[in-house]
């Protein structure tokens, strides 16, 4: 989970009457928030992925929900306001279900800095505070088939592609002519690309390459020879912002 800036307004809910789509949902029960403006709102604001879990949206298996963070059951007022609305996957939405997050309140992406609240440890996400478990426990966050596998083939990405990078390292001091050099510096680049905020997972892509002995090696080496750029540079600090780290 990373967190996610909600620093724009759909001109659905400017242009709409949300007081009438509010009391149509109160009499009739209506999915006023079905409209492709609101779904699309909602994919720009995460990237295309689920609020939460950091999975991509849009695929079969995810399947993309417009999440009520205040349940609409409970809080129907709620139900067609901008500020209420997190894109989802089907396994967060499913978890969280009717859960009350006023009170016991769970992380919002888009108000509470997630990396104050979470860690991750062998791709398990756990809490640092009492709202970092409850944020763990409701949304179920290391349930084995759909957030921890998916978490560990994410890191396993990661993981290989700086076992190529340092490959392709030596590969570079081996020969230090300017094919290799530029074979080389897109390896780099495309690893870090892998953790910014618009790649899925990239909390967990994030951690483990800042996690990574390899990549400080790597990096280490490149800054010495003097071919590490400041594009890496940007690169390296935007990912270091996202990682969850243990408190130490
Ligand atoms: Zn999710």
Same mark, same amino acid.
């Given at each position: 989970?990373?967190?996610?800036?909600?620093?724009?307004?759909?001109?659905?809910?400017?242009?709409?009457?949300?007081?009438?789509?509010?009391?149509?949902?109160?009499?009739?029960?209506?999915?006023?928030?079905?409209?492709?403006?609101?779904?699309?709102?909602?994919?720009?604001?995460?990237?295309?992925?689920?609020?939460?879990?950091?999975?991509?949206?849009?695929?079969?298996?995810?399947?993309?929900?417009?999440?009520?963070?205040?349940? &609409? &059951?409970?809080?129907?007022?709620?139900?067609?306001?901008?500020?209420?609305?997190?894109?989802?996957?089907?396994?967060?939405?499913?978890?969280?279900?009717?859960?009350?997050?006023?009170?016991?309140?769970?992380?919002?992406?888009?108000?509470?800095?997630?990396?104050?609240?979470?860690?991750?440890?062998?791709?398990?996400?756990?809490? &640092?505070?009492?709202?970092?478990?409850?944020?763990?426990?409701?949304?179920?966050?290391?349930?084995?088939?759909?957030?921890?596998?998916?978490?560990?083939?994410?890191?396993?990405?990661?993981?290989?592609?700086?076992?190529?990078?340092?490959?392709?390292?030596?590969?570079?001091?081996?020969?230090?002519?300017?094919?290799?050099?530029?074979?080389?510096?897109?390896?780099?680049?495309?690893?870090?690309?892998?953790?910014?905020?618009?790649?899925?997972?990239?909390?967990?892509?994030?951690?483990?390459?800042?996690?990574?002995?390899?990549?400080?090696?790597?990096?280490?080496?490149?800054?010495?020879?003097?071919?590490?750029?400041?594009?890496?540079?940007?690169?390296?600090?935007?990912?270091?912002?996202?990682?969850?780290?243990?408190?130490?």
């Amino acid at each position: 989970m990373i967190k996610l800036e909600r620093n724009f307004t759909p001109e659905f809910f400017t242009r709409e009457d949300l007081d009438s789509l509010t009391n149509q949902f109160k009499k009739e029960g209506t999915t006023v928030w079905h409209h492709h403006e609101v779904k699309s709102a909602c994919l720009k604001l995460s990237d295309g992925k689920c609020a939460f879990c950091e999975v991509k949206l849009e695929e079969a298996s995810t399947y993309n929900e417009v999440e009520h963070f205040k349940d &609409k &059951k409970t809080f129907p007022d709620d139900v067609i306001q901008w500020e209420n609305l997190l894109p989802s996957c089907r396994h967060c939405n499913g978890s969280k279900q009717r859960h009350n997050v006023v009170l016991e309140p769970i992380i919002n992406p888009c108000n509470d800095l997630p990396s104050e609240h979470l860690y991750m440890r062998g791709y398990r996400i756990k809490g &640092k505070t009492t709202l970092g478990e409850m944020t763990v426990n409701v949304l179920n966050f290391n349930h084995k088939d759909h957030k921890f596998i998916p978490r560990c083939k994410a890191g396993d990405v990661i993981e290989r592609s700086i076992d190529n990078a340092i490959e392709k390292l030596e590969w570079f001091m081996d020969r230090q002519d300017v094919r290799r050099k530029n074979i080389f510096l897109n390896y780099v680049e495309a690893l870090l690309g892998e953790c910014q905020k618009d790649s899925p997972f990239s909390a967990v892509s994030a951690t483990t390459l800042h996690n990574s002995d390899d990549y400080k090696l790597l990096k280490g080496v490149m800054e010495v020879q003097g071919i590490w750029t400041d594009y890496m540079q940007t690169l390296h600090d935007d990912s270091l912002g996202l990682i969850l780290a243990e408190v130490r």
